[in-house]
């Protein structure tokens, strides 16, 4: 056997084939004239084995290796067998670390339901071993259940982790240099943009400085589109008289706006603190004295970017997914079909949340110094948003978008893309998933007999104080009967990892780097009335440049893509052909619209929409979308 091994240990390798003998440890193997292709994190190995006897297909391979050199840890994702003269290539998914001195076997595509797999036992078994390396544990009183310890196979290549590290040394040394060379505080508006350096870039809009349609559109198309509500009665807590709006309703009045639905309103009275109506509760308008009204906007727009950072971005998207993530490893065998059509999408997802508890979200942390509210602020919202989020309501986004009244596509019509792009972006990830659950329950009673999914589903309900995840609005709680009710569920998991988190993630920087349009901390009080407010008493309420430089440099990298766009996955785990047809067979006689033609669909048709959009948005098309929550 000749080989090519580009890795850092020293791995003997055995094939076991159907009628074959027994496996051998002097790499040699049965089997005639095949191509071993074997990817690794960092590299793809290739060698040959020559052999006699001709075995058209290989059917199960059994692996080892010895604990000799150094760097030998190993982490395999999948190994392909091609028989060179016929052509006919097996794969073998693997996704797992190679320990020192074990045995490993893998079959041939490996993809079947626990009823169905001829090795029940060492299925269970295998389960058994995963849920040691995967126990549930509410780490933060409150908040959503995370893993217990990061499991060997959750952690980052070297690669990735290298990257972001020198990245943020980059942007470190960046600061220091600004900040030593013009000292803390800001001189004037364009003293502000003197930050933005080559090497950080302008965030886009920052242009906008007090600008009402520009505040308008970020209720549409900024991290925290999935708030504005179709208002049909004026809430008794907000102060509004008709006299006050009158002027800004274009002869309108409120009942009429309402009647033609044209008013909308954001309540955050989740964030608390929202008194009942008073005499001296004050209503800004766009009347007031021009740097009093942007004094207003901009406290409100910390409002929001709290709001956003704490539940629409971090405990909404990754701390919620997380626990789902835990409950798939610990309940779904990898041979399970769902395991391998939700395992790319769980990409990186503990590791980064890990990395963030430790260094990011933690007391004295990046979160802690650089946000008004702190970090039991954030925890506090966090808590508060347990008791209301439904993965049937806000999880699903035709029902989360129906619950405001913004369903209907002529409300805001041509001026909520969010809306617009992701609904195409929901539908295509619903075909698919629909499709692949059909495929494999196919026949009456397969979901109700699939042990493992219902004890997927018992336990992503089960409440976090039970050892459970905990999530509410789970179909039927989490007893799935029929395949809908499984689509909904894994639709809502799969759309949260890529569309929620790119529409609340990807826009950080160009959001939190201008701070006179949404800045992250602010110093000072909000106003109390509306005397006349002075540009410098913005510039001392904005963060100073080494907060502001600080936050910059952390955003810089969170909203950077750098992982592999939706449906081009980094890992090939769907190795079964009919399920691989349903990924991306685009031939004119497929029955089904496939996942990655879907996509390549959207993207021309989002590019067509953006041409002619007076403000284009271009942050739900699928190339900007990964397929996790990998940053």
């Given amino acids: 056997m000749a080989a090519s091994m580009q890795r850092h240990n020293n791995t003997d390798m055995s094939d076991e084939s159907t009628g074959s003998e027994s496996p051998t440890r002097d790499k040699t193997v049965t089997g005639g004239g095949f191509q071993f292709e074997t990817i690794v994190e960092i590299s793809i190995d290739d060698y040959t084995v020559d052999s006699d006897v001709n075995i058209p297909e290989v059917q199960r391979i059994e692996l080892w290796r010895d604990n000799c050199g150094l760097f030998s840890n190993w982490y ?85 982790k290298f990257n972001i590290g020198k990245k943020l040394t980059i942007f470190a040394l ?74 800004f309703l274009e002869g309108k009045t409120i009942e009429e706006a309402m009647k033609e639905k044209r008013l909308f309103i954001i309540d955050l009275a989740l964030l608390e603190g929202c008194p009942a109506k008073t005499e001296d509760l004050v209503v800004f308008l766009p009347s007031d004295p021009e740097y009093t009204w942007m004094m207003a906007k901009m406290w409100y727009n910390l409002a929001e970017a709290h709001y956003h950072q704490a539940l629409t971005h971090l405990n909404l998207t990754h701390f ?23 395992t790319p999408h769980f990409m990186y997802l503990i590791a980064i949340n890990f990395l963030g508890l430790g260094t990011l979200i933690n007391p004295g942390g990046l979160f802690d110094k650089t946000s008004s509210g702190g970090i039991n602020g954030a925890f506090f919202l966090m808590r508060k948003s347990m008791e209301f989020w439904r993965l049937d309501t806000h999880g699903t986004l035709p029902e989360n978008l129906k619950s405001r009244g913004v369903l209907d596509q002529s409300v805001l019509k041509d001026a909520y893309h969010m809306r617009d792009d992701a609904l195409l972006l929901y539908d295509a990830i619903k075909t698919y998933v629909q499709n692949y659950v059909t495929h494999y329950y196919s026949v009456e009673g397969s979901l109700k007999a699939d042990y493992e999914i219902q004890n997927w589903g018992a336990e992503i309900v089960k409440s976090r104080d039970d050892g459970g995840v905990g999530i509410l609005g789970v179909p039927n709680d989490g007893k799935f009967e029929t395949n809908d009710q499984l689509v909904v569920t894994l639709t809502a998991i799969i759309y949260t990892c890529s569309v929620g988190h790119a529409a609340a993630n990807f826009q950080q920087y160009d959001e939190y780097a201008a701070p006179f349009r949404m800045a992250f901390t602010m110093h000072g009080v909000p106003p109390k009335d509306k005397s006349q407010v002075e540009i410098e008493t913005i510039l001392k309420t904005i963060p100073n440049r080494a907060e502001l430089l600080e936050l910059m440099s952390i955003t810089k990298v969170l909203s950077e893509k750098a992982t592999q766009s939706l449906g081009d996955f980094e890992k090939q785990l769907i190795v079964d052909p009919p399920a ?9 006689s497929s029955c089904h619209c496939r996942f990655r033609q879907s996509l390549r669909d959207i993207g021309k048709t989002i590019d067509e929409r953006n041409k002619i959009r007076e403000n284009p948005y271009d942050w739900l098309h699928p190339t900007a979308i990964p397929n996790a929550i990998s940053i």
């Fill in 174 to 247: 960046e600061s220091k240099k600004l900040v030593m060379a013009n000292g803390f505080n800001w001189k004037d508006v364009d003293d502000v943009k003197t930050v933005y350096t080559p090497i950080f870039g302008v965030p886009e809009n920052s242009e906008y400085f007090n600008d009402d349609a520009d505040f308008g559109r970020q209720r549409l198309a900024s991290l925290n589109s999935l708030l504005i509500t179709l208002c049909t009665a004026i809430p008794e807590k907000f102060g509004v008289t008709e006299e006050m709006v009158k002027p």
């Fill in 76 to 160: 395999l994702d999948w190994i392909e067998v091609t028989n060179v003269e016929s052509g006919i290539t097996s794969i073998f998914p693997a996704m797992k670390w190679i320990k020192a001195d074990h045995h490993y076997i893998f079959n041939h595509i490996d993809t079947c339901l626990p009823q169905d797999d001829p090795f029940k036992q060492k299925r269970m078994l295998e389960l058994q071993t995963i849920k040691k390396d995967y126990q549930l544990q509410v780490k933060v009183p409150g908040l959503p259940a995370q893993v217990k310890d990061l499991p060997d196979d959750e952690s980052f290549s070297f690669d990735y």
């Fill in 580 to 588: 691989v047809k349903i990924v991306h067979d685009n031939s004119p």
């Fill in 320 to 342: 919620m997914m997380e626990g789902i993530c835990v409950a798939t490893k610990r309940n779904l065998s990898p041979s399970h079909p769902i395991c391998r059509l939700l």
